[in-house]
């Protein structure tokens, strides 16, 4: 069964450019999770889906970040303009039930901006 | 509000050595569950473990084990004969009984294991 993947593993951008992060979740997981861990900082929640449903963005930072789910499959995280303070790992996490279950994170995507 | 405080942000051991990671915890809410994610230089996290509140039952898996106590808001990790397999960054993590998978997450602490 193959797990949770992220694309890319690595991006550099400049401010003000835009990026769009990719999670392919493992199949019949109907979770799909953001977190996100910045320079010396603690990984945080960013959002939740339920299928192509946000249950929960609460932990979305600003406007400029936009997540989608469409077709309750693969998501993508888009920030737009980037921000220096957006460097971090996004990491992408998915599970069957949402009920604490236990989460599958994928490898991160690592984005600096310059 | 949660927290989680890895006090410790980087071990240092000898092959073979036992050690011990530690994690506490703050939480308002009477139902939560505490686990430990592993994260090896691959850079994803592996699960490692789920406790709920109501389970202070101590965990022994093969060389790790896991001591949860309600009373010092604890629930500390630890490595019985340690590998350099096990060198990678550990984390401690919270979420609330109604919060879904919403985990709160410890600094992390960093284990290097040398030969």
């Known amino acids: 069964e193959a797990g949770v993947t992220q694309f890319p593993s690595h991006s550099v951008i400049e401010k003000g450019q835009t990026v769009t992060l990719r999670c392919d979740p493992i199949?019949?997981?109907?979770?799909l999770y953001w977190y996100r861990r910045v320079m010396g900082k603690e990984i945080k929640f960013l959002l939740h889906?339920?299928?192509?449903?946000?249950?929960?963005e609460s932990g979305m930072p600003n406007n400029r970040f936009l997540a989608e789910r469409t077709g309750g499959t693969y998501s993508t995280l888009k920030v737009q303009p980037a921000e220096l303070e957006d460097s971090g790992v996004y990491f992408c996490a998915s599970s069957r039930y949402s009920a604490t279950g236990e989460l599958f994170f994928g490898e991160g995507s690592r984005l600096t901006v310059l | 509000a949660q927290k989680v405080t890895q006090a410790q942000t980087e071990i240092s051991v000898v092959e073979k050595e036992d050690v011990t990671l530690d994690c506490v915890y703050e939480t308002r809410d009477t139902t939560y569950y505490l686990f430990w994610y592993k994260q090896p230089p691959s850079g994803e996290l592996v699960f490692l473990i789920r406790?709920?509140?109501?389970?202070?039952q101590n965990e022994i898996s093969g060389r790790y084990s896991w001591n949860f106590q309600k009373s010092t808001s604890s629930f500390n990790f630890t490595i019985t004969a340690s590998q350099v397999v096990d060198s990678a960054v550990y984390f401690c993590a919270l979420s609330g009984g109604n919060a879904g998978n919403m985990l709160t997450f410890g600094g992390g602490t960093r284990l290097m294991v040398k030969p």
């Open positions: 199949s019949g997981h109907d979770n």
């Open positions: 889906f339920v299928k192509e449903s946000k249950q929960d």
């Open positions: 406790r709920n509140s109501f389970d202070e």
